[in-house]
């Protein structure tokens, strides 16, 4: 009922291919033209955020970049289980993922969500929540 019509799949698909792609050049410019703004919601969740909680405690895209291409090191990511919904302008996905430094072996593994906004025919991350899996 809200599979994507065989246009806008391609185009999420290339995204996501954008999305592990840019993380392995250390692209972060790359990476970021596929964000809808950089004060998205995005942000691992590991731990209860608290009653207190609040948009400014999942606006963690910096973070995630000093992470991934500030920190000097370089990493890789790949997907897989991949489901794609899509009503609209509006779309979701989920997915497993798997990171690791570009000459080990994959060691991070863990479930993630990302919302996509369809923005001047592109689609775009609107927000991205992810957690690890447990060892």
């Not at 809200?2 to 792609?21: E, R, V």
């Amino acid at each position: 009922m809200n599979a994507p019509s065989t246009d806008d799949l391609a185009l999420i698909q290339q995204l996501l291919a954008q999305y592990t792609g840019s993380v392995t050049d250390g692209d972060a410019r790359r990476f970021e033209s596929q964000l809808l703004d950089l004060n998205i919601p995005f942000s691992g969740v590991a731990k209860d955020f608290g009653a207190s909680a609040g948009l400014a405690n999942v606006q963690n895209y910096q973070g995630f970049k000093q992470a991934i291409f500030g920190s000097g090191k370089r990493y890789k990511q790949r997907f897989s289980n991949v489901k794609i919904e899509q009503v609209g302008l509006l779309a979701q996905v989920s997915l497993d993922y798997e990171t690791a430094l570009q000459d080990e072996a994959y060691s991070g593994k863990g479930w993630k969500v990302l919302h996509l906004l369809k923005v001047g025919g592109h689609w775009k991350i609107a927000s991205e929540f992810y957690v690890g899996y447990p060892k």
